[in-house]
């Protein structure tokens, strides 16, 4: 009977490991398909702090994996294909070895992944161009033109916050009304710096090392044009990797785990959620560790009040 395990290894899960392992706890961590989470896939990370100089998002995750093993984290790489969950415990996690693993307290931190058009080309170029994230990308296209695919919040949202930095913004939008609240779409319309293509699909990403452009189609008469570009971002949501979950933990329409009262509690007592899995609104690798840090704390204090 483990007394912690977490599944998930981005900076919200290994946060909770270090904190959880200074406590004594000997948290269990499960990594999942991608071991370090999303942030293994970004080059240059520019917003975390310490590193005024930026580290490779892999380099960063690495870090955090060898702190929270520095206090006695044991990690597994295997997926969790089932779980059952109870009130105040013990838990038990089917792993895809086949493994059942028992815990007292549970930590949910397997994180969300970007909505991709699902072309080749797209997957081929990112992090080459291809970005699901402005905040993270965003500062390095300056001065540049950029493609923004999308109609909803995330898409005006992220639209705006790249006219900080790119000489202009095209919204590629398959429809010819925004699908984003009013007040969103309004401030991105108005801008100078965003120009609209209505009724239009992206078709392909065009370049060979790097993005060069988009290949769009409209979707009433079908006519293809060529938008050049440094950058393209797909601004579609996120889905939530919390599927496994769903028939026990509470969460809203998306997917996303609902947390109680400001804390890291979800509806079953002893387990515990942290970072972009119940996070639709930052999603950046700053919360999520603070989110993991706060899951720690709380399931630390919960197990102690079951001691």
């Given amino acids: 009977m483990r007394n912690l395990v977490i599944i998930g290894s981005g900076a919200a899960g290994l946060t909770a490991a270090i904190y959880a392992a200074r406590a004594n706890l000997e948290p269990l961590v499960l990594s999942g398909v991608l071991p370090g989470g999303l942030l293994t896939q970004t080059t240059d990370v520019e917003n975390f702090p310490g590193f ?32 059952k969950l109870q009130n105040g415990g013990p838990h038990e ?25 699902g072309l080749p080309s797209e997957d081929r170029l990112k992090n080459h161009g291809v970005s699901a994230c402005a905040t993270c990308d965003g500062a390095f296209y300056r001065g540049m033109d950029v493609v923004v695919v999308g109609g909803g919040d995330t898409a005006m949202e992220e639209a705006l916050f790249l006219t900080k930095f790119a000489s202009k913004v095209t919204l590629i939008h398959r429809r010819n009304e925004f699908r984003a609240s009013k007040i969103m779409a309004q401030r991105a319309l108005e801008n100078p710096k965003i120009e609209v293509k209505w009724n239009s ?37 996120h889905v939530p990797n919390t599927e496994v979950f769903k028939p026990c933990v509470a969460m809203n329409e998306s997917g996303f785990i609902e947390l109680h009262n400001n804390s890291s509690y979800t509806n079953i007592d002893g387990v515990f959620a942290a970072g ?32």
Wanted: net charge negative.
């Fill in 52 to 83: 005024p100089e930026a580290i490779n998002g892999f380099e960063l995750m690495m870090k955090f994996q060898e702190q929270a093993k520095r206090f006695g984290t044991e990690i597994i790489s295997d997926v969790v294909t089932g779980v």
């Fill in 93 to 117: 996690i089917t792993m895809g070895s086949g493994e059942v693993i028992r815990t007292k307290a549970l930590i949910i931190a397997t994180g969300a992944s970007p909505r991709w058009m």
């Fill in 201 to 237: 699909v992206v078709k392909e990403v065009l370049g060979d090392k790097e993005v060069e452009g988009v290949r769009i189609a409209d979707v009433v008469d079908g006519k293809e044009t060529i938008i050049p570009c440094k950058g393209y971002f797909a601004a579609l949501g």
């Fill in 276 to 307: 972009d899995c119940a996070d639709h609104v930052y999603r950046q690798a700053i919360t999520a560790a603070g989110m993991g840090c706060r899951a720690a704390i709380d399931a630390e204090r919960w197990l102690a009040g079951k001691a």
